[in-house]
């Protein structure tokens, strides 16, 4: 024979005190009293009280045993219930866990959003302080114009520079032509009064 669980002394022992209210005593008081009526009753009459009596106590033990099997099943049924729960209560926690997990997930996403945001917002009024694009194309256009222009007007300076430095070279090689003819105008003079001179003389 196997050996007997906690359950199942348990479940005996409720079976045979019930809920505590003297089950015990009447399954005694139900075995002295069929003891005795097993005996020889003085009267029939006697006897027939006593056996009514049993009835009435083996009723009252077997409603406290009916009361506590159901009471049992009942217990059964709660702890079934409470391990439900139990694992529900777990679920719960575990998908709250997760959740939790998520919107920190979430809070960190939305902070990282609105600094980028900020940012943006920053960069936007930056870049309103200074004109758009096609107002820069049309200020690149007047500075290239201008440029252009200037490009010009340096050429042409530039041109006449060198036309003013030939004209210069000209004229320093035409006072400097100019300069050796009254060099050699001013020898040939000196040389003739040179020559002048001793003919005077002799007269």
């Known amino acids: 024979m196997g050996a007997v669980t ?15 209210a003297g089950d015990d005593r009447r399954i005694n008081v139900l075995l ?20 009514q009596r049993m009835l009435g106590t083996l009723s009252q033990c077997e409603f406290s045993m009916l ?16 391990e439900k729960m139990y694992s529900n209560i777990e679920e719960n926690i575990t998908s709250a866990h997760e959740k939790i ?12 959003i609105r600094k980028n945001r ?25 500075l290239d114009k201008d440029l252009q222009q200037l490009s010009d007007i340096k050429e ?3 041109a006449k520079l060198e036309l003013r ?18 060099d050699h105008d001013d020898k040939m003079e000196s040389d003739g ?3 002048e001179s001793p003919m005077e003389n002799g007269e």
């Open 6 to 20: 906690d359950d199942e002394v348990i479940r005996k022992r409720l079976l045979i005190d019930g809920d505590g």
């Open 32 to 51: 002295k009293s069929f003891t005795k009526w097993w005996s020889p009753p003085t009267t029939t009459e006697e006897g027939f009280m006593q056996y």
């Open 67 to 82: 009361k506590t099997l159901l009471v049992y099943d009942m217990n059964i049924r709660e702890m079934d219930n409470y």
């Open 101 to 112: 997990s998520q919107c920190k997930k979430e809070i960190q996403r939305a902070k990282r």
């Open 118 to 142: 900020q940012e943006y917002d920053a960069l936007a009024k930056v870049i309103q302080q200074h004109p758009d694009r096609h107002e820069t194309l049309k200020q690149l256009e007047a």
């Open 156 to 158: 042409n300076v530039d």
């Open 165 to 182: 430095k030939k004209q210069f070279h000209v004229l320093l090689s035409t006072i400097q032509e100019l300069q050796q003819t009254l």
């Open 193 to 195: 009064h040179n020559q």
